[in-house]
């Protein structure tokens, strides 16, 4: 599986050649999206920014998250993955966003599991949902989830990432 900087250069190039930009949303990353896409060269031609929104009430003022489907659900939650990544998409002026919520320890939260985890996309072509299920420490599972977010931005962009194994 590659890593998340081979698949945040694999982004950068895409977007580059496309003439598209890209914005995140993070919660449990608290940034390391946004600073793995800014460590490849040329990304300031297509990253256009960034909200770290660790705190919930900051998911809704910052992001644009329903404060209902906050209350409701909680921040951890693939109605919210999705609206964080609308989120930063309509509020950073970008043609994608990407987004991260979950649990990355070392405690569960709310009843939900260390390494559960939603990552989505925004795009012209609607928004996608991903739920992972990660195992290892806070960093493992913050890198897992730097690289498994970029790696569905590359999926929907149809940019070839070198990969071993399986997703």
């Known amino acids: 599986m590659p890593d998340g900087a081979s698949v945040a250069a694999a982004v950068i190039h895409g977007l580059a050649g496309a003439g598209q930009t890209v914005a995140a949303a993070e919660s449990l990353t608290g940034g390391l999206v946004s600073a793995t896409l800014v460590d490849v060269p040329g990304a ?57 919520t979950g649990v990355a320890g070392p405690d569960p ?23 992972l299920d990660l195992g290892g420490d806070r960093a493992a599972i913050r890198a897992a989830t730097v690289a498994e977010v970029l790696r569905l931005l ?11 194994g399986t997703a």
Do not use: I, M, N
């Not at 644009?64 to 999705?82: F, H």
């Open 109 to 131: 939260q709310g009843g939900l599991p260390v390494g559960l985890v939603y990552v989505a996309v925004a795009g012209p072509g609607g928004t996608e949902v991903r739920r």
């Open 44 to 100: 300031s031609a297509v990253f256009r920014g960034g909200l770290v929104v660790y705190a919930t009430e900051l998911k809704a003022t910052l992001a644009g998250v329903s404060a209902p489907l906050l209350a409701e659900r909680g921040p951890v939650d693939p109605d919210v993955a999705a609206a964080l990544a609308e989120g930063a998409r309509a509020r950073c002026g970008a043609d994608w966003a990407v987004a991260t």
């Open 154 to 164: 590359a999926d929907r962009l149809k940019v070839g990432v070198l990969q071993s």
